[in-house]
């Protein structure tokens, strides 16, 4: 690899999906595409979501409450576009899983079926420093079932002086609470790190002591590789409008393993969306689950916001998804080398990494750990159009997703930071 605008331009040239990028609406400042490298955060606009949307705000216009039944895609079977397009991106069958509700929501929803603490029973192990609304979520729903908060909640965190956590801290924790504990329940993909856990083996693990396992993937879906099936994984969520590019506060997803969608032994919180839909509007008093991951659903679906989800999913399938990890960790790893070149040109190391470098242990999100100037240079970048997220203390997080980034995106950056330093 060579840090030069001539190398980075010609893996453009190279790059298999470089037209997709033309399909994306890119923000502008100063008259100008910007840098956009938070599609960690929210991902663009696809051109064709305004297209996908109106078509249901016509038919809505035209047709009233009749458009249940007779839209150009009615509305009470429209969610079942989605099993077939996110089985491929999550690694399930299409019967695991379903589009539905918001993340927060969803991983309360999926709490109540898979933490059923027990007087011997009632851990969760968690990564230290899980987004926020995980936090409250977990020690809200310990706090429900009338426990402790600190003894119910176990944090696996990085060692003195690192900033990922070791696999083997994790797997020796599961070991260490054995008995004791009733889920592990992670961020497949850390947000504040981009460390990718090894789902599979956590899982095992958990199983073997008798536990559940299960994933926010709110920084893993649409970024890298899942095998949520074949894993074993009792259940997982995530959102639509990060990498997925879905739309801010899109609908959001569930996956329930196979071995536990028709097991009614399992309490849900039940709503109409989730009765058998042959009898669904005979208004019976008894539920009546879907043996499908639909049977979790409550509420009729949010059309608008499933019409943009499908609008960015069918990029999705276009492109296809092994494509994109390709490219994902080819861009990512150009990153990790104009971030190292930096450090070489100047008198000492500025910028530390923070994200794992294995291709199985990150997606394309790269933490950068600002060593001196961190504000100052995030501020200035801004400044220079490059749009990216600042983490306190010290953090700026850069993600070039594969669908609308290129090698050039990544090497003017490179250009900006190193020019910033020279100023000082
Ligand atoms: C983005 C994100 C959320 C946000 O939750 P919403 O319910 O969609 O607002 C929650 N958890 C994680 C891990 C996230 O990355």
Redesign the pocket.
């Known amino acids: 690899m060579e840090n030069t605008l001539q190398f980075a331009q010609q893996l453009d040239r190279q790059d298999k999906l470089k037209h997709f990028r033309g399909r994306f609406h890119i923000p502008q400042v100063g008259g100008k595409d910007a840098f956009y490298f938070t599609g960690n955060s929210l991902g663009l606009q696809p051109k064709v979501t305004r297209d996908f949307i109106n078509i249901e705000l016509e038919d809505w216009a035209q047709l009233g409450v009749e458009g249940h039944v007779h839209a150009t895609n009615p509305w009470v079977e429209y969610h079942d576009v989605f099993p077939a397009l996110l089985s491929k991106i999550v690694g399930c069958e299409p019967e695991e899983v379903v589009a539905m509700s ?4 969803n ?1 309360h929803l999926l709490m109540v079926s898979f933490y059923r603490p027990t007087k011997e029973r009632f851990k969760i192990i968690c990564e230290a420093k ?2 926020p ?2 936090q409250y979520a977990f020690e809200s729903q310990v706090n429900f079932h009338g426990l402790n908060p600190k003894e119910a909640i176990i944090e696996v965190e990085p060692r003195e002086g690192e900033y990922v956590i070791r696999h083997e801290d994790i797997i020796a924790a599961i070991e260490e609470h054995g008995d004791s504990l009733a889920l592990v329940l992670l ?1 497949g993909v850390n ?1 504040y790190t981009g460390q990718v856990f090894d789902m599979k083996s956590i899982t095992a693990a958990a199983h073997k002591v008798g536990a559940y396992a299960g994933y ?1 993937l ?2 893993g879906v649409g970024n890298i590789p899942l095998h949520l099936h074949d894993w074993q994984v009792d259940f997982a969520c995530w ?1 639509s ?2 990498y997925l590019n879905s739309g801010p ?1 899109g609908v ?1 997803g569930i996956f329930i393993h196979k071995n536990h969608i028709t097991n009614k032994e399992l309490p849900r919180f039940a709503g109409w969306w989730g009765h058998n839909k042959a009898n669904r509007f005979k208004m019976d008093k008894e539920f009546n689950p879907i043996p499908t991951a639909e049977g979790w659903q409550l509420s009729n679906s949010s059309i608008l916001l499933m019409a943009a989800h499908k609008a960015s999913l069918h990029i999705f399938e276009e492109a296809s998804f092994e494509n994109l990890i390709a490219k994902s960790r080819q861009l990512t790893n150009y990153l990790f080398f104009i971030l190292d070149d930096i450090n070489v040109s100047q008198e000492h190391k500025v910028i530390q990494v923070i994200t794992p470098r294995a291709d199985n242990e990150k997606g394309c999100q790269v933490s950068m750990l600002m060593l001196e100037r961190g504000k100052e240079i995030f501020t200035e970048l801004k400044r220079q159009g490059v749009i990216a997220d600042w983490r306190e203390p010290n953090v700026i997080r850069i993600a070039p997703t594969p669908l609308y980034n290129t090698f050039e995106d990544v090497w003017q950056f490179g250009e900006i930071i190193k020019k910033l330093l020279s100023e000082k």
Do not use: M, V
């Open positions: 918001q993340l927060t929501i991983l899980a987004f609304s995980d961020g947000y926010d709110a920084h959102c409008y990060k506060g959001a």
